[in-house]
């Protein structure tokens, strides 16, 4: 990731109009890609420096701090990852504007995070590459006839937002309206899905891909199975929501946000909002909905 960036001379001759290829945009294309939309990142190599340019200037000093919080992360992150899957901006390119901002003060501690970030990155597009079945087996053999109860009202409770857990609800929610969430949330939902709700990842994980606006099968996959503890070779990470939630949202803005039902309930009980008291159920003005 160190050699030179190779310039590239791009000459309009060399284009097939689409014309010629009998290609119908309108047919072809959804609205939803022509038009702007809010809180959805706008693709483009112009907008993909913007935002590496703007994580420099002020942004990345609170990657570090501030990468696994739902709310804060949004700005505290790179956001480059749709620009890189869409091929808007090269890794290397990335990479080695990191180098370039090595020494600034105030960065290294976050740069060392993101340069090790940007590595696994590579790592796990490799691994897929070398093993492209996981995309439909477990990486392990040995948990293809592992049995779960794959409750479909469950299922359709996740995908919709509506488990109950404020949380994960937030985050589902918070996806489908931005295509974006932190890493660590996008984990919570994996192992909420998986070890609490006792579902096969098979049933959630083409419902994310198409949630992710940067979708990327390397890093999809391989990630996925290790959330959901079908390697054989990592740690089973089981993420209990509320102690997510209590420790990356303390004050509940990101719930409040995402779960307007809610929005008069104060933390702690944000976070646990099935251990409401009548008299607290009537006080906070609380939506029968959010507790079902």
Known sequence: MRAPIESTDLKCDSFVPLELLDFDEEKHTPESWT????GMQTGGTTLAWQTLESFFQDRGRHYYYQISKPLE???????????????????????????????VKGFR??????????????????????????????VNRAYEHLEYEN???????????????????????????????????RAMLVSFLTHHLNIHWEHGVKHLAQLFLDFEPGIHYPQFQMQAGV??????????????AIEHDPDGHFIHLWIPELASVPPPLLFE????????????????????
């Open 73 to 103: 992360s949004r700005s505290a992150c790179t956001r480059l990852s749709p620009y890189l899957a869409w091929g808007n901006i090269s890794l290397r390119e990335v990479y080695q504007a990191l180098l370039a901002h090595w020494n």
């Open 273 to 292: 909002p099935w251990k409401l008291t009548s008299l607290k159920h009537r006080c906070t003005n609380c939506q029968k909905a959010a507790l079902s």
């Open 151 to 185: 409750d479909l009202n469950m299922l359709d409770a996740w995908k919709s937002g509506n488990t109950g857990y404020p949380l994960v609800d937030a985050c589902m929610r918070c996806l489908q309206a931005t295509g974006y969430i932190n890493f660590r949330m």
């Open 109 to 138: 501690r976050s740069l060392v995070a993101l340069s090790s970030r940007l590595h696994w990155h590579c790592h796990f597009i490799q691994k897929f590459e070398s093993e492209a079945e996981m995309e439909f087996r477990p």
């Open 231 to 244: 390697t054989g070779t990592n740690t089973i990470r089981i993420y209990n929501p509320t102690k997510q």
């Open 35 to 38: 038009t702007k939309q809010k």
